[in-house]
């Protein structure tokens, strides 16, 4: 939606309309060297009137008009105020609709910024709304957020409104995917868990797989945000067949609606229990002693010294591998060779590691599994900085080990 390889250039003033792009850009952009060495046209700068009328003045006298290697006024390259953009591929992009490039270029980051700020409070606030409501009802709501959102940000008429429409979307979306979480383990013994789990990331590991195939046919990021957004219709239909979670149920003290829902599940799996009453009666005894008792509360986490140190050490444990697993997947495109087939690679190498994560949660303690992954992935993530440009297979391998080694952890 945004690609930082889309080439772009200071736009050609009306009265040198009938001058080629190529003219324009050879003639009155300055030159400039990437920090891969290479040399080209100045992406955010041209060269002042006074020097353009000057070249203009001896291109009279050259050979070759529109020669670049023109002598000089020695005036500084003046700022752009409007830019043409290359939609040879890139039909339409975020960055060519609102021109953010250049000194501007910082918006894109705040923009992703904005949306993971988004999926962050949206687990937080549809979480406890789904304790208090129920995960059906939960789940409903935010497919309609992140659905409404979504289709709006298509249409957003201006920067600002497509970020606000991306946050909203990004509530919607960090709500969903922890209920829908919950609501899947909540229905499995625990010993099933890792496994339910496994399942649901291959969903993510899937959409990561197609998109750079959506991103690489449809050119246009209207078109784009509009197809990402279609999957959530399907998710707003299912989500009214879904059935309650049973324990939230329990928890809610709705014992007779959880009752009948085990009867249709036991039907459903061709299973004879013949005292769904008692185990129903069983657990509201145990709801009703668990109430008796003090409630816990976020306080608890740090009442305790070891208890603390834990939930502290937690928190920037999952801190520090999203921002790295993310940072490895964003800037995968913008290491040489094709972005779309660098991203599908990334991607699918996280398949196989869906695999590796339910083993080592079954039969490795938790803390080797800390060890194991998190000193390569160190290792790795350093070793990056010092693979040249030129090495782009060298890149893209450590980037796959790397975002591998900080999926797992999660």
């Not at 050879?26 to 100045?42: D, I, Q, R, Y």
């Not at 409007?82 to 270029?105: G, I, Q, Y």
């Not at 834990?310 to 290491?335: C, G, R």
């Not at 693979?387 to 999926?407: D, E, N």
């Amino acid at each position: 939606m945004a690609p930082q390889s889309q080439d772009h250039w200071c736009e050609k003033p009306a009265h040198l309309h009938n001058w080629t792009t190529r003219q324009w850009r050879n003639f009155a952009l300055p030159l400039e060297t990437s920090e891969a060495g290479a040399v080209a046209p100045s992406r955010c700068h041209m060269h002042g009137w006074d020097e353009l009328a000057h070249r203009i003045a001896l291109s009279d006298l050259t050979s070759d008009p529109w020669s670049s290697n023109l002598s000089s006024t020695h005036s500084a390259p003046i700022p752009c105020s409007s830019w043409e953009f290359d939609d040879s591929f890139h039909e339409r992009t975020v960055s060519s609709e609102w021109n953010v490039v250049c000194d501007d270029l910082w918006m894109l980051d705040m923009s992703q910024s904005i949306l993971m700020f988004g999926f962050m409070v949206g687990n937080f606030v549809f979480s406890h709304m789904s304790d208090w409501c129920g995960r059906r009802p939960a789940i409903i709501a935010t497919t309609l957020l992140s659905l409404g959102s979504g289709v709006a940000t298509a249409f957003s008429g201006s920067f600002p409104f497509f970020n606000s429409f991306r946050f909203l979307a990004s509530l919607g979306h960090g709500g969903l995917t922890n209920i829908a979480y919950t609501l899947a383990i909540e229905c499995v013994a625990p010993g099933k868990r890792a496994m339910v789990s496994m399942v649901q990331e291959t969903g993510w590991v899937l959409g990561l797989m197609v998109l750079p195939g959506i991103a690489y046919l449809v050119t246009n990021w209207i078109h784009i945000q509009l197809l990402i957004s279609v999957p959530l219709v399907v998710m707003l239909i299912t989500a009214f067949y879904l059935d309650e979670s049973p324990r939230w149920l329990f928890i809610a003290e709705r014992f007779e609606q959880a009752e009948r829902l085990l009867i249709k599940i036991a039907e459903k799996n061709s299973i004879q229990i013949k005292d769904i009453s008692k185990i129903v009666l069983e657990t509201k005894e145990k709801v009703e002693l668990e109430k008796k008792k003090r409630k816990s509360s976020f306080v608890d986490l740090f009442r305790k010294r070891k208890i603390a140190i834990i939930t502290l050490s937690a928190y920037v444990q999952f801190a520090v591998v999203v921002l790295v697993y993310y940072d490895l997947i964003y800037k995968i495109t913008d290491f040489g060779g094709n972005p779309f087939l660098n991203f599908f690679l990334v991607s699918l190498l996280e398949l196989p590691v869906m695999l590796v994560n339910v083993l080592l949660i079954n039969y490795v303690p938790r803390r080797i599994i800390y060890y194991l992954l998190y000193v390569p992935a160190m290792v790795v993530c350093l070793a990056l900085i010092f693979v040249p440009a030129s090495m782009v297979w060298l890149q893209l391998s450590l980037v796959m080990v790397g975002s591998w080694r900080c999926t797992v952890p999660t």
